[in-house]
């Protein structure tokens, strides 16, 4: 083929494949647009969450009970998130892991400490026990601690891995967070 027959041959190619070219470079280049856009609103979501999960830390290491007990149920709500990686909830629970063994050498330290408070052969009728045990909790404390408990036990629970299907489509948000926007 010469550089005579070459021209004729493009000129023919072209009348016959750039009316199909031009409508599929648009759909390939809004195909592309679309899948950037997904991308980065899924960043965003995910940089968001995180926002979220550090403030859940800080305040679930909080030395205000109410404080607390708003951190982990945050926590617990985030773990359960379609964001959340399988990494994030092994962290969280860790993380509940060892606020439960904390809780428990707590709920265990007051006993321990009045019984250390009476020396061994010293009988004085328990007085010296009484007065180093703390004073009784007040039931609003009762049950800021069992709500704690019940979330430190809730977040340390290894629950089983989302399933795609529950999920419903990448991206969309779970129920509590729809909730909280």
Do not use: C
């Not at 195909?31 to 999960?53: I, N, S, T």
């Not at 007085?127 to 408990?149: F, K």
């Not at 419903?168 to 779970?174: F, K, R």
């Amino acid at each position: 083929m010469g550089w005579g027959e070459f021209w004729p041959a493009a000129a023919d190619w072209a009348i016959t494949w750039i009316p199909v070219l031009g409508p599929l470079g648009i759909l390939v280049t809004a195909l592309v647009a679309y899948f950037g856009y997904r991308q980065k609103l899924e960043a965003d979501r995910r940089a968001q969450w995180w926002v979220r999960a550090q403030w859940a830390l800080e305040a679930s290491l909080s030395a205000n009970p109410r404080r607390s007990l708003a951190g982990l149920a945050v926590l617990n709500d985030l773990k359960t998130s379609s964001l959340a990686t399988r990494e994030d909830r092994e962290l969280f629970r860790l993380i509940g892991t060892t606020a439960r063994e904390e809780l428990l050498g707590a709920g265990s330290g007051a006993v321990a400490s009045a019984e250390v408070a009476r020396p061994a052969g010293t009988d004085d009728g328990g007085a010296a026990a009484r007065r180093a045990r703390p004073e009784p909790h007040t039931s609003l404390d009762s049950v800021l601690e069992a709500a704690l408990r019940a979330q430190v036990e809730k977040l340390a629970e290894e629950g089983p891995e989302p399933s795609s299907s529950l999920l419903g489509s990448p991206g969309a948000p779970t129920v509590g967070e729809a909730q909280n926007h």
